[in-house]
């Protein structure tokens, strides 16, 4: 088994929380890796993992994510992740993420969780039972619903600023993109870079989500492994991660990767080098996803559809292009500039817990006598 305080020390997570409830078969992990901006949120993946190590290894990496995209993103928020193990399209009920919502409630607002993979809007109605931290319910009871098509406009607004960065275009018209991965975000993806005018290759593990990007768009479909080395300009991942590694990266003939999938590396160091040494321009996946979690961020903060819209689309444009500007300057690889201003960020902001401010008081608000 993985040793649980030695990863979180090397990850530099706060706290691990592991739940487990016989009567509803829950076996879940929360993982808060840093409130030192605010109260950790990141959503919650329902998976069928192989091992309960694979499982926390998961949790691990995609907690961290969130504190750095929290961060880059501009958001006075943490970065948290849930997993629970089981397979989302048999054992999901109504008692099993009701009792999810009880260990998120007994956080006490340490972690806010949402959607993810293998989670739905509706699954976050029955948390919500339990527990007033959670984010991505419906529109008719005040939230913001399904937050993948502010992914995805977030991640075609960064492939655009990835385009105009390595090819100097200010239009994706005409440019062969390959989208690994149909699911919510990956199809909202493909309907905007239609829109745009790509050429779009596509291919994902079902049969249906692929009828329906082709009968939409005209995409044009290839095999799982093909998409690797097939004659593109930009691979798009939007399934799950570590898909750029040793195996996958020498057979790349893009010149872009830039997807709305998280932990696109499988060894970040490693890999984001290697990509850079083969002149191929990466964006880091925690900057060019973070259209859902501004989303989410918006709905605590009073929901306002097209303020959200807005800072997804033009916030991670100019993030990309501002880590684009650093990488280049440091001669560093992108996910390496991405890191350093995200973890400027969260120095900066615990440099004001120097300053002390009055306790709220018990309606809510801050004494200023």
Not at 313 to 323: N, R, S
């Amino acid at each position: 088994m993985l040793p649980v305080f030695e990863s979180m020390e090397n990850r530099g997570h706060e706290e691990v929380v592991f739940c487990n409830d016989k009567d509803t078969g829950l076996k879940a992990i929360i993982a808060v890796h840093n409130t030192t901006i605010g109260p950790a949120l990141g959503g919650c993946r329902m998976w069928d993992y192989e091992s309960e190590e694979d499982a926390l290894k998961d949790v691990l990496r995609l907690s961290r994510g969130m504190s750095y995209k929290a961060a880059i993103a501009g958001l006075n928020l943490g970065g948290g992740k849930a997993v629970i193990i089981g397979n989302s399209k048999k054992d999901k009920n109504e008692i099993l993420f009701r009792s999810f919502g009880r260990f998120v409630q007994g956080l006490a607002g340490r972690y806010i969780t949402a959607e993810d993979v293998g989670t739905s809007v509706k699954d976050m109605e029955w948390v919500r039972m339990e527990t007033r931290y959670v984010t991505g319910i419906s529109r008719a009871l005040g939230g913001s619903g399904d937050p993948s098509p502010v992914t995805a406009l977030g991640t075609c607004s960064g492939i655009k600023a990835t385009v105009k960065r390595k090819l100097g275009k200010d239009s994706l018209s005409g440019l062969k993109i390959g989208v690994q991965g149909l699911g919510h975000v990956g199809y909202h993806l493909c309907r905007y870079l239609h829109r745009e005018g790509a050429k779009l290759y596509v291919t994902d593990i079902h049969e249906e989500s692929i009828k329906r990007v082709v009968d939409e768009f005209g995409a044009n479909v290839i095999g799982l492994d093909e998409i690797y080395d097939a004659e593109i300009d930009i691979y798009a991942p939007c399934a799950l991660g570590a898909t750029l590694n040793d195996d996958t990266i020498p057979k790349l003939k893009c010149s872009i990767v830039a997807g709305a999938a998280n932990n696109q590396l499988k060894e970040e160091d490693v890999h984001a080098q290697m990509l850079k040494d083969r002149g191929i321009l990466y964006a880091p996946d925690y900057a060019i996803n973070a259209g859902g979690l501004i989303n989410v961020a918006n709905e605590i903060e009073g929901y306002n559809r097209e303020r959200a819209f807005t800072q997804a689309e033009e916030g991670i444009y100019d993030t990309l292009m501002a880590i684009y500007e650093k990488s280049e300057e440091d001669d560093v690889t992108t996910q390496m500039a991405a890191s350093k201003v995200a973890k400027k960020r969260i120095s900066d902001v615990s440099k004001l817990k120097n300053v002390y401010l009055p306790k709220k008081n018990v309606m809510g608000k801050r004494d200023n006598a």
